[in-house]
């Protein structure tokens, strides 16, 4: 598209931007992102399944357990990357 002096100003509905693949962290990321976003918005409904079957109740139980380590070990392993400084500051005091 050009300006009003006339030059291109780069602007074109022509061509649309290359589209970069994205990695298979990314793809993690905004999976994990969506499914604890709804997770957290259906959790008080699901709440209200008191007459789930034992059977259900333990299945859940076992896969939660399995994300909650999952996540342990994935922020043990990754700690220095998830630092910020109020959290750098905490174990600064703690250090004390």
Known sequence: MAD???QDNGAST????PVVPRT???NFLTMQDQFLTTMYNQ???????TSMADEDA???TALFNQLREYYD???DKYN????TTATQRSQRRQRR
């Open 4 to 6: 009003m002096n006339g």
């Open 14 to 17: 022509d061509n649309p931007p």
């Open 24 to 26: 298979g962290t990314q």
């Open 43 to 49: 959790r008080l409904p699901m709440s209200r399944l």
């Open 58 to 60: 333990q299945r859940g």
């Open 73 to 75: 070990e994935m922020f």
């Open 80 to 83: 220095n990357y998830l630092r």
